[in-house]
């Protein structure tokens, strides 16, 4: 089977997020970057399908051109070709669904059509919601959201989606397309030789043509902080008396 | 002028984040004829609560595909609704569905969608700010009226009855194509919790990468257990392997709102305090007393977790006479 995941690249934000002085991005001076935490178990995901039933996988990112090393990333985990839609700033939802449509019809021309699709349910940053959902409807393929489960049975895939209580299972037939949450699977760490080898790997550029953003961001606001100070019970075990009456007066002891 | 939200429904009635939506659609357009989209079987206790929240018309999708969750018929029922209605703005609320099934009427109809909204000052362009990071960061942003597609993030505006009239009930049948009818919930698997759930739970006592290890939640266990609690962990926890998912809490893991929050050897990256600032009063137990947690705790201990939280249930014992 042939499948296609696609990927961000977003800051590791640590405890306390910091703008750039336009207000119009994070301050990334001072973080590092990773897939989107939804999407690393996609990629994760993809390369276990591809090594049950056999196939070939490719990831695919739209952002800057240093997203180059989250597609590195999942080359060393075991995907096996990589494709960068190379942007400037952020694109809005509509707009990288738009581009991410096009690259999979141009893709899919060139080398097959793909089985299976995995997008993150949601972006760790922007959290737009959407763009999965988006190009599978411009696909004209089925569409499951949030899933924590997904096995392929003959010409279907099975989706499970956590829900209070329970998992809900929906059937889809293949092509088509999936948004997955972390907690899909726990992903491996990549092998040192792996990394090596994904470092020399192709990765194969498109530069997508500029679309206005429909969905306008003016500004980021980093939301006010409470301004409490944490009440200092004590240090160490000898606190824990004052903790017990603490919890006592809040009603849980 | 008119808006239509999208409401979920509960099996008494409609789910509190939809009448949320509700009170933040009406503030939106004051004056405006507010219209409600439902699936499933129609009835007048629908029209008495939406009423009471101000809805002057429901319109309830009647058809066998509702018999089980279909998002994408969902989506096609609001997208014809939302072509006799040509509202200006149409909302749901940020949940899991409310937001699956705005990006589907927006992917249908080719349209901007702004997902989990907790403020509008209206304009055209609406203006909205939206939560980025789990709520951690938020975003100024605007797109084009009729209609705005909008969810409303949980639990920022309070649902508001007003002295309404029940609804006017109007049924209609969509028409849905073969696709739209085969996307839907086929099966349900019920799990077993063992005890109280992470979601539900009036304690949670969580530990992160200052555990050190599995058997390092053995101290955590022990206090949640004293407190009928339940027990969480950060995401490097997960990540090392050392708690199943299920059991972290934060921006990719479960939302959280106890009673009290103690987190133990946990920095509080933004991520995992998206989880749990939905928690009343927050503890943290942490060896450096310049974590980040310290900033969002309403009271700290500051010493190593591993003499703090056995401490703290022997106390708790002591105090019990147990």
Redesign the interface.
């Known amino acids: 089977m042939r499948i296609l995941v696609c990927v961000k690249r977003v800051p590791m934000?640590?405890?306390?997020?910091v703008l750039t002085g336009d207000a119009q991005e994070?301050d990334t001076a001072h973080l590092g970057f990773t897939i989107s935490?939804?999407e690393e178990c996609g990629v994760e995901e993809a390369v276990r399908l591809v090594e049950a039933h056999g196939g070939d996988s490719v990831v695919l990112t739209l952002g800057p051109p240093e997203a180059e090393e989250q597609l590195r990333d999942a080359l060393a985990l075991g995907i096996e070709r990589a494709i960068h839609l190379v942007t400037g700033e952020e694109w809005?939802?509509?707009a990288t669904?738009e581009a991410i449509t096009e690259a999979i019809r141009s893709e899919e021309a060139a080398s097959g059509r793909f089985d299976l699709v995995f997008f993150g349910n949601?972006s760790?940053?922007?959290?737009?919601?959407?763009v999965g959902?988006?190009v599978?409807?411009?696909l004209?393929r089925?569409?499951?959201?949030?899933l924590k489960g997904i096995a392929v049975e003959g010409s279907d895939v099975r989706c499970?989606?956590e829900?209070?209580?329970?998992?809900?299972?929906?059937?889809?037939?293949l092509p088509a397309v999936v948004t997955v949450?972390?907690?899909l699977n726990?992903?491996h760490y990549p092998s040192v030789p792996a990394k090596l080898r994904a470092q020399r790997q192709p990765v194969e550029t498109v530069t997508p043509t500029p679309r206005e953003a429909?969905?306008?961001?003016?500004?980021?606001?980093?939301?006010e902080?409470?301004g409490?100070r944490?009440?200092?019970?004590?240090?160490?075990?000898?606190?824990?008396?004052r903790?017990?009456e603490?919890?006592?007066e809040?009603?849980?002891? | 002028m008119s808006i239509l939200v999208v409401v979920e429904r509960q099996v008494h009635g409609v789910d509190e984040l939809s009448l949320q939506a509700l009170a933040f659609g009406r503030a939106l357009e004051s004056g405006a004829d507010v219209h409600a989209l439902a699936v499933g079987e129609s009835g007048e206790a629908l029209a008495h609560v939406l009423g009471a929240h101000g809805v002057s018309q429901v319109h309830v999708a009647e058809h066998e595909a509702f018999a089980s969750?279909a998002?994408?018929a969902v989506a096609r029922a609001a997208v014809e609704l939302i072509g006799r209605l040509s509202p200006v703005v149409v909302l749901a609320a940020g949940t899991?569905r409310g937001?699956?099934v705005l990006?589907?009427v927006?992917?249908?109809l080719?349209?901007?969608?702004?997902?989990?909204c907790v403020e509008s000052t209206g304009g055209e362009?609406l203006?909205v700010?939206?939560?980025?990071?789990?709520?951690?960061?938020?975003?100024?942003?605007?797109?084009?009226l009729e209609p705005a597609l909008v969810?409303v993030a949980p639990h920022v505006v309070a649902a508001s009855p007003v002295n309404g009239h029940p609804a006017a009930i109007e049924t209609f049948r969509p028409a849905l194509s073969q696709?739209e009818l085969?996307?839907?919930?086929?099966?349900?698997?019920?799990?077993e919790?063992e005890g109280v759930s992470l979601?539900d739970a009036?304690?949670v006592v969580s530990g992160g990468r200052g555990t050190g290890s599995p058997e390092g939640f053995a101290v955590i266990e022990e206090l949640a257990g004293l407190?009928g609690?339940a027990v969480g962990c950060s995401?490097a926890v997960?990540?090392a392997?050392w708690r199943p998912?299920?059991d972290?809490v934060g921006?990719?893991?479960t939302k959280i709102a106890p009673?009290?929050y103690i987190a133990c050897g946990i920095?509080?990256?933004?991520?995992h305090m998206a989880g749990c600032k939905g928690a009343?009063?927050i503890?943290?137990i942490n060896t450096d007393?310049e974590?980040?947690?310290?900033?969002?705790?309403?009271?700290?201990?500051?010493?190593?977790l591993h003499?703090?939280v056995?401490?703290?249930s022997?106390?708790?014992r002591k105090?019990r006479g147990t």
């Open positions: 934000t640590g405890g306390r997020i994070i935490p939804h809005d939802g509509q669904a949601e760790a940053d922007a959290g737009g919601f959407q959902i988006r599978a409807q411009a004209e089925p569409c499951a959201t949030g499970e989606q829900v209070p209580g329970g998992r809900d299972v929906y059937r889809l037939a949450k972390e907690g726990l992903p429909r969905l306008r961001k003016v500004r980021l606001l980093v939301p902080s409470s409490k944490a009440e200092v019970l004590g240090a160490g075990a000898g606190a824990a008396e903790v017990v603490v919890l006592r809040i009603g849980v002891a | 969750y998002p994408q899991e937001n699956e990006a589907r927006a992917a249908l080719d349209r901007p969608f702004a997902a989990n362009p203006r700010v939206r939560q980025r990071w789990g709520g951690s960061l938020l975003e100024e942003a605007e797109l084009p969810t696709e085969a996307l839907r919930v086929v099966e349900h698997v019920q799990t919790v979601a009036k304690v407190l609690g995401r997960t990540m392997g998912h299920t972290q921006q990719t893991g009673d009290v920095s509080g990256a933004t991520q009343k009063r503890l943290a007393p974590a980040s947690i310290m900033a969002s705790a309403d009271y700290a201990v500051v010493g190593d003499e703090v056995p401490a703290v022997a106390a708790l105090a």
